[in-house]
């Protein structure tokens, strides 16, 4: 059975006009696999970002329903929203944003870990911490360091070291590689790339540019005005199957 599922979902927001709502989301059919890698594209304003706060539970969608591991969940129910939690995590563009300035990266890694169930030793989380920042391909020395004492292509990696401490089984990345240069893309997408081999993690990365999704997924979607297109853009030459 799929890992993820959407059905009928659609999405309004106030308008901020004033009164009424303004449809975002609509009609919108979705199934994701276990160890699925799954591009997003679409303008923007298109309703990528907030497919992707639907998915990860963060925003009760309108209409429609979704489902995890063949169970519905009620994302208003905040058991529901944890268990989703436990599954799902999600990285964004600006990693400055969301990690916490005053923390060590290493503080940041053991404040994730802290959640997971059932509780790890102060020890085992010391040990958890050093082989995840190996396993994002950092090196020991950034442990005691803040945020901004590091580049943004270490935040990002920082950033998912941190998703991958609650062992999640989809992580989706919306716009991670917006900030950084072209080898700082290329190395980060050789990571997901390799986590997925590693663990058969499940992967959504949503983005603009067509080259790094197609190195890295395995089958993608259009979204326009809060639609899921049926025939890619012709200007993109990639199977949509
Ligand atoms: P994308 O990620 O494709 O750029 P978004 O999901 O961010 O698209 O936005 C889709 C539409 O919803 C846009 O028109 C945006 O302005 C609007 N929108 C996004 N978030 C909110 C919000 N919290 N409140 C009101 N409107 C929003
Ligand atoms: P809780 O119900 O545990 O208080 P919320 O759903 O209110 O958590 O989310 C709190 C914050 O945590 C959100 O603003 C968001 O930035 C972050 N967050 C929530 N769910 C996820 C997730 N699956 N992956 C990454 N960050 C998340």
Redesign the pocket.
Known sequence: SPLIELIGIAHDYPNPAGAGRRRVLDGIDLRLGPGERLGIMGPSGAGKSTLARIL???EPPSQGRLCFAGHELDPRR?PD??R??EA???VWQDPAL?LNPRLSVEQQIEEALALRRPRLSRPDRRVATAALLAQVGLPPDLLPRRPHEISGGQAQRVAISR?LARAPRLLVCDEILANLDLPAQLAILDLLAQLHAETGLALILIGHDIRPIARLCQRVIWLDQGRILTTAPESNAIRTA
């Open positions: 990860i539970g963060l905040r929203r944890a989703l939690r799902v995590q999600m969301y998703a």
